[in-house]
């Protein structure tokens, strides 16, 4: 009867464990193209929809315009002055739009695919390294403009020096992939990380 148990129990884990045991195979779904490349792109393309700028609009201008008509020997002086209404648009702060939050569910999947891939040329081992960095630091730096967008009042410079950040990590992440000789493929055998829970 315990053997009974003990057989069901350990075949419950088993089970439960294969869950996430998951292999992934070399497809174009799951290439790195796919999962790291086109996922970098499309978590700027939220992060920049996912930013809503809070404005205000400045109203005014003045003029005033002298003119000067020669008539024979007599100068005819005419003098106009008035206010012309041209409008300014202010940035106050930003605050957060649904979509940042889908560039951050994109970042955390795209740093979880990120440790599964390897270099087929040895050549590329320094370079595929920095490329890892490189969505290390954009999730560092997303993680910063949330925290800007929902904690800081105001967050004006803060939000602008985090995305200058992340459009520069982005230029930097290009030029590496293109650095890369060989081909980037999925480790073979490794099982994807079991998610953890925050």
């Known amino acids: 009867m ?23 195979d070399n497809t174009e779904e799951n290439s790195f193209q796919t999962k790291i490349v086109a996922q970098m792109t499309e978590v700027t393309n939220l992060v920049n929809s996912g930013i ?8 005014s201008s003045t003029y005033q315009h002298e003119h000067n008509i020669a008539a024979g020997h007599h100068n005819l002086n005419e003098n106009e002055s008035g206010q012309e209404d041209t409008t300014t ?35 590329d081992v320094v370079t595929f390294k920095k490329i890892k960095s490189y969505v290390q630091e954009k999730s ?15 967050n004006k410079e803060s ?10 990590i982005d230029k930097d992440f290009d030029r590496y992939v293109k650095r890369i000789k060989g081909q980037v493929t999925l480790t073979p055998g490794k099982p994807l990380p079991e998610p953890t829970k925050d």
């Open 2 to 24: 315990k053997a009974t148990r003990l057989i069901t129990l350990l075949t419950a884990v088993l089970m439960a464990g294969s869950l996430y045991a998951y292999i992934p």
């Open 52 to 59: 809503k700028a809070i404005s205000q609009e400045v109203v």
């Open 89 to 123: 648009t202010n940035v106050l702060y930003y605050e957060p739009q649904e979509d940042i939050y889908e560039a951050k569910d994109a970042m955390d999947e795209m740093l979880i695919w990120i440790d599964m891939y390897t270099t087929t040329s040895a050549d």
């Open 140 to 154: 560092k730096s997303l993680d910063n403009i949330i925290n800007a967008l929902k904690y800081e009042k105001d």
């Open 159 to 168: 939000v602008m020096k985090y995305k200058q950040s992340m459009k520069r």
